[in-house]
């Protein structure tokens, strides 16, 4: 089992950075697939980035070139930089982990089992 707790959100203006983390506990961190979400008022829960055991990662199209999804095996942190941020980047972002995700459905939601508390991001135009 892991816990996981995010930090780093903000209030940022258009085209700024913002540098989620995201603090596992747990001794098997290096074990779990790892996955970022977003969640804007009134919409679904979307998928953001994943980042496999491998360290390989994979991006929403809408966030492709401007987010990067980095872990710490070490530390038991992961990380999304991001940069050049848009208005329609406002939402509570949430980073999730499990183990034995497979890569054709780690942008899914119901393939982690274990979430963050999120930490609201918001971007002004």
């Known amino acids: 089992q892991v816990q996981l707790a995010e930090s780093g959100g903000g209030l940022v203006q258009s085209g700024g950075s913002l540098r989620l983390s995201c603090a596992a506990s747990?001794?098997?961190?290096?074990?779990?697939?790892l996955g970022w979400f977003r969640q804007a008022p009134g919409k679904e829960r979307e998928f953001v980035a994943a980042?496999?055991?491998?360290?390989?990662?994979s991006y929403a199209d809408s966030v492709k070139g401007r987010f990067t999804a980095s872990r710490d095996n070490v530390n038991a942190v992961v990380y999304l930089q991001m940069n050049s941020l848009k208005p329609e980047d406002t939402a509570v972002y949430y980073c999730?982990?499990?183990?034995?995700?497979?890569?054709?459905?780690?942008?899914?939601?119901?393939?982690?089992?274990?979430w963050g508390q999120g930490t609201q991001v918001t971007v002004s135009s």
């Open positions: 999730a982990a499990d183990r034995g995700v497979p890569a054709y459905r780690d942008f899914e939601a119901r393939s982690y089992a274990y």
């Open positions: 747990g001794r098997t961190f290096s074990f779990y697939s």
């Open positions: 980042i496999r055991l491998s360290g390989g990662t």
